[in-house]
């Protein structure tokens, strides 16, 4: 099993290894990879993008994708990425066309076809700048907002998702905070409502010459009597050449 997971791992650009929640004792829990291919089809170029993910598909590939720029007239440049998945075997489409500082986005699959459509553009609130991402789910009939903005000019980052299904009226949401502790050391926070999780994770590139190190803690919020017990902590180590 080790064996196997290596040798794909060697193979590639990228790779990291995540355990299991170390506080219940740390075991090997994962291991993903990535290569990557410049490609010249014609006058166009693009990129070959291959992922392997143990627990999805230990014996091949997870999936493939392609990307690359169809057109870029004037203002105007548009650019696709093509996935296809090895194991349930559904490909999806993404298109993406930027003009003048506004993102529009489709995502197009096999199996649920038009999946979602959204825009993304920077505005400015005040003296703030917010990356504002609204986005329509299709399938799921489902509007989302995304928001992300800088605080003060030290890289401290706020972010917020808000889920709204038209059919129900129910809504769910997100919130995230992003503080750089020093060059290469980084902590951040997400609240996921819905699961009444506190997720915590902090990276490391300076701990090891040539590999990043992350460790995440999970903090179930929900039952206050029980949170220092039912947390759980996961490692992961990655790295590229």
């Known amino acids: 099993m080790i064996s196997l997971a290596t040798s794909a791992a060697l193979a590639a650009n990228s790779a990291e290894v995540t355990t299991s929640n170390v506080r219940a004792g740390a075991a090997f829990d994962n291991i993903k ?24 598909n230990k014996d091949f590939l997870k999936d493939v994708s392609l990307s690359g720029d169809l057109t870029e007239a004037g203002s105007l440049a548009v650019s696709y ?11 999806e489409v993404k298109l993406t ?55 003060g000019g030290g890289g401290d980052k706020l972010s917020a998702q808000i889920d709204y299904a038209t059919e129900g009226g129910s809504a769910s949401y997100e919130l ?11 902590v951040s926070a997400t609240f996921k409502a819905d699961d009444k999780d506190l997720e915590v994770e902090y990276v490391d590139s300076t701990f090891e010459s ?15 009597n029980n949170i220092l017990d ?8 990655s790295w590229s050449w």
């Open 33 to 56: 990879a990535s290569w990557n291919k410049a490609l010249n089809i014609g006058d166009m170029k693009a990129d070959l993008k291959a992922n392997y993910d143990y627990n999805s």
């Open 81 to 91: 990425e093509v996935n296809h998945n090895f194991q349930n075997k559904n490909t």
């Open 97 to 151: 066309a930027v003009s003048d500082g506004t993102t529009l986005s489709a995502d197009y699959d096999t199996e649920d076809q038009l999946k979602e459509v959204g825009l993304a553009r920077e505005v400015e609130v005040g003296d703030q700048k917010v990356d504002f991402q609204p986005s329509w789910l299709v399938k799921a009939k489902t509007a989302r907002v995304k928001l992300m903005s800088g605080i």
């Open 176 to 186: 995230g905070y992003s503080h750089s502790l020093e060059e290469g050391r980084d």
């Open 210 to 224: 040539g590999a990043t190190w992350t460790a995440k803690a999970t903090v179930p919020v929900g039952d206050a």
């Open 230 to 237: 039912a947390a759980a902590l996961t490692l992961k180590r």
